[in-house]
């Protein structure tokens, strides 16, 4: 039994050294990068820009999408921002934040860091009142270059996966959404 416990507590030791070897720090320049491209993405939401909202999708992402659906990326981002005006006729964005100082900051096992940046969106869905969404946006590095990616949504983790296999044994955090009671 003695040795059981021995085993164990090692084998505890190695999960949690192996989990903190994973987490990273980024670079002054890498924090300001990141800061500027989620301050973009801000007002892009803000002022219902589609075609900026797209520009944070990593590039590789967006051409799996469009790929699927058998358009171009162009077509694409032409589309989404259709489906996305004809949503807002029946929904108001009330708030949308992504807080940066609060992002936790991890490595993939090559060394490159991505943010976990959580995130709130409340909507006023008219007589359906309002609904609060919290989730994690993945912040991914590619190359020198911040892009955005939802991560609570199934269909689009897979495509990053099959894009990024770097992420393929990752776990994202889930989202969720409440009604607004203030």
Do not use: C
Request: proline content about 4%.
């Amino acid at each position: 039994m003695r040795l059981f416990h021995r085993i164990l507590a090692a084998a505890l030791l190695t999960f949690a050294l192996i989990g903190s070897a994973f987490a990273a720090e980024l670079t002054a320049e890498q924090q300001s990068s990141l800061n500027a491209r989620v301050e973009s993405f801000d007002a892009a939401m803000k002022g219902n820009n589609m075609a900026e909202i797209m520009g944070v999708v990593p590039p590789k992402v967006l051409e799996a999408i469009a790929a699927k659906f058998g358009v171009t990326s162009e077509q694409l981002v032409e589309a989404t921002q259709q489906q996305f005006d004809e949503a807002m006729k029946s929904v108001t964005l009330v708030s949308f934040s992504m807080d940066t100082e609060k992002a936790e900051i991890v490595a993939l096992a090559d060394g490159t860091p991505y943010a976990l940046i959580p995130t709130e969106t409340v909507m006023d869905l008219g007589e359906h009142g309002k609904m609060r969404a919290t989730s994690s946006t993945l912040g991914l590095l590619d190359g020198e270059t911040w892009y955005l990616v939802r991560v609570e949504d199934a269909q689009q983790v897979a495509i990053l996966k099959e894009v990024y296999p770097a992420f393929v044994d990752v776990v994202f955090p889930t989202g969720s959404m409440e009604p607004v009671t203030e």
